[in-house]
């Protein structure tokens, strides 16, 4: 799989506005009400992950989850990492 071209990215990103491109990566922030509720988030994203075999870079301190995403594969940014941010965007922002 070859990574998208910026231009392609960007394009996509219209509709990820929680996310930015930098760094050859998505890279997005997501805050909740305390550690049991990321963590939550984490381990329903951790399913996602293993279903769609992809997988985030990702930390967590206390409240605040901080994630990006690569196809280390393909060195950069592809469609399964637009996937995966769909995936997380769907846990994450269940309203939306
Ligand atoms: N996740 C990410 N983010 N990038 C990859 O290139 C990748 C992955 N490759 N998860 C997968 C697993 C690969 O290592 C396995 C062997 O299919």
Known sequence: ?????????????LRFPDWEYYDNALHAEFEFENF???????SRIAFECEALNHHPNWSNVYNVLTISLSTHDAGGVTNKDFQLAEAIESIVEPEE
């Open 36 to 42: 049991k509720d990321c963590f939550s988030a984490m």
């Open 1 to 13: 799989m070859s990574p998208l071209s910026e231009q392609d990215i960007e394009a996509k990103l």
